[in-house]
């Protein structure tokens, strides 16, 4: 079981220079609302495995991520956990507790050494109640994870755990500039396998069989997918089947 994060009274000030202007939520806010938030914010360095709030915690803080990777979870009813959504630097997590007051509605964990930023509820309701351009980006924000949060409920629904690696994946290619369909910043296989409900062997497997009919091709922490209307395809199969270039169907 991942360490659990201290209680808020334990954090530290700021243990790096925050540039608030760089990170995205506040980019154009006026400088007389940055410096009211640079003087409540506070830093804390969360190790790996950490969590950074749990389910049903108090929501006293909006977090953002200055450094590191995280992954939302939740937990089934038999017990097992469920990844949800990747945070990287430049994300911030924690909005909905912060707006209706209610408990976490999932937990975070740290999966690499992590820089977070700590804005207490006041100051964070303050900062959207008085910057229409944060609540703009809020919304959108919420509109996006919805939608997220519908596609990972279809991928879960598919029976088929070599179908449900496909339509993650799908869901990650992203259209680089020049065209080029790449999944950038691509999850470990472990972390694929939470988010999919099935083993790390067997994301391993399916991402071999996409590499092995040139599909994909593996480019450090990056997959560049060559052949995105494949992908889509075996995706949005009832079986997950990939199909070489000029040849007959292959299965796993």
């Given at each position: 079981?991942?360490?659990?994060?201290?209680?808020?009274?334990?954090?530290?000030?700021?243990?790096?220079?925050?540039?608030?202007?760089?990170?995205?939520?506040?980019?154009?806010?006026?400088?007389?609302?940055?410096?009211?938030?640079?003087?409540?914010?506070?830093?804390?360095?969360?190790?790996?495995?950490?969590?950074?709030?749990?389910?049903?915690?108090?929501?006293?803080?909006?977090?953002?991520?200055?450094?590191?990777?995280?992954?939302?979870?939740?937990?089934?009813?038999?017990?097992?956990?469920?990844?949800?959504?990747?945070?990287?630097?430049?994300?911030?997590?924690?909005?909905?507790?912060?707006?209706d007051g209610l408990p976490r509605s999932a937990s975070v964990v740290a999966l690499e050494n992590s820089?977070?930023?700590?804005?207490?509820?006041?100051?964070?309701?303050?900062?959207?109640?008085?910057?229409?351009?944060?609540?703009?980006?809020?919304?959108?924000?919420?509109?996006?994870?919805?939608?997220?949060?519908?596609?990972?409920?279809?991928?879960?629904?598919?029976?088929?755990?070599?179908?449900?690696?496909?339509?993650?994946?799908?869901?990650?290619?992203?259209?680089?500039?020049?065209?080029?369909?790449?999944?950038?910043?691509?999850?470990?296989?472990?972390?694929?396998a939470i988010m999919v409900n099935t083993s790390r062997e067997t994301v391993s497997r399916a991402i071999?069989?996409?590499?092995?009919?040139?599909?994909?091709?593996?480019?450090?922490?990056?997959?560049?997918?060559?052949?995105?209307?494949?992908?889509?395809?075996?995706?949005?199969?009832?079986?997950?089947?990939?199909?070489?270039?000029?040849?007959?169907?292959?299965?796993?």
């Amino acid at each position: 079981m991942a360490a659990a994060l201290d209680t808020p009274d334990d954090l530290q000030r700021p243990v790096a220079q925050v540039h608030l202007d760089k990170i995205p939520l506040l980019a154009g806010v006026s400088a007389e609302m940055l410096t009211q938030v640079q003087a409540v914010m506070q830093v804390r360095k969360i190790p790996s495995g950490t969590h950074v709030l749990h389910k049903g915690s108090p929501g006293d803080h909006l977090l953002f991520v200055l450094s590191g990777r995280l992954q939302a979870v939740d937990m089934t009813e038999d017990g097992r956990e469920i990844g949800l959504n990747l945070l990287d630097p430049g994300d911030y997590f924690g909005e909905l507790a912060i707006i209706d007051g209610l408990p976490r509605s999932a937990s975070v964990v740290a999966l690499e050494n992590s820089l977070i930023a700590f804005l207490p509820r006041a100051q964070a309701l303050a900062l959207i109640y008085n910057t229409p351009t944060v609540v703009e980006r809020l919304l959108k924000r919420m509109a996006a994870s919805i939608r997220r949060s519908a596609d990972y409920r279809t991928i879960l629904g598919i029976p088929n755990a070599f179908q449900r690696v496909f339509a993650l994946l799908n869901q990650f290619a992203q259209v680089a500039p020049g065209g080029l369909v790449v999944i950038d910043k691509l999850p470990t296989q472990q972390e694929m396998a939470i988010m999919v409900n099935t083993s790390r062997e067997t994301v391993s497997r399916a991402i071999q069989l996409l590499s092995s009919k040139g599909v994909v091709e593996k480019d450090l922490r990056r997959l560049i997918v060559r052949r995105p209307n494949e992908l889509r395809r075996v995706a949005n199969s009832e079986t997950a089947t990939v199909e070489a270039p000029g040849a007959a169907r292959a299965t796993e």
